[in-house]
Nanobody, 131 residues
């Protein structure tokens, strides 16, 4: 059974930084499609960043480009989201998501798999950015 556990959320002021972590168990992160989503009440779940399967290519939403960095540590079977220059608009519940069906950059390059196509989700970690 695949499980994802996030940590690292919190409250910061505008301009601050946070680093989210997602530990994956039950399968090898290198073989999975994994990424970060966020959700704010009243809005649709939004893809933030993703790791294409099998290489170092990454996906970022326009809102995340230049401020967020997604990475993985295969030895720890973990994924991270470094968030810098945070804004109040980044306030949301952040979720790591994974799926056993790969998402190679050759197929998805420039786009990201919709949330409904991910089968495994963490419990979420709240990020609050105050002005």
């Amino acid at each position: 059974q695949v499980q994802l556990v996030e940590s690292g959320g919190g409250s910061v002021q505008t301009g601050g930084s946070l680093r989210l972590s997602c530990v994956i168990s039950g399968d090898n992160i290198e073989d999975m499609c994994v990424g970060w989503f966020r959700h704010t009440p009243g809005k649709e779940r939004e893809a933030v960043a993703g790791l294409y399967t099998g290489d170092t290519n990454t996906y970022y939403a326009e809102s995340a480009k230049g401020r967020f960095t997604i990475s993985r540590d295969s030895a720890k079977n973990s994924m991270y989201l470094q968030m810098n220059s945070l804004k109040p608009g980044d306030t949301a519940m952040y979720y790591c998501a994974g799926d056993l069906f790969p998402c190679p950059a050759q197929t998805w390059g420039g786009r990201w798999r919709p949330a409904e196509r991910f089968n495994y989700w963490g419990q979420g970690t709240q990020v609050t950015v105050s002005s």
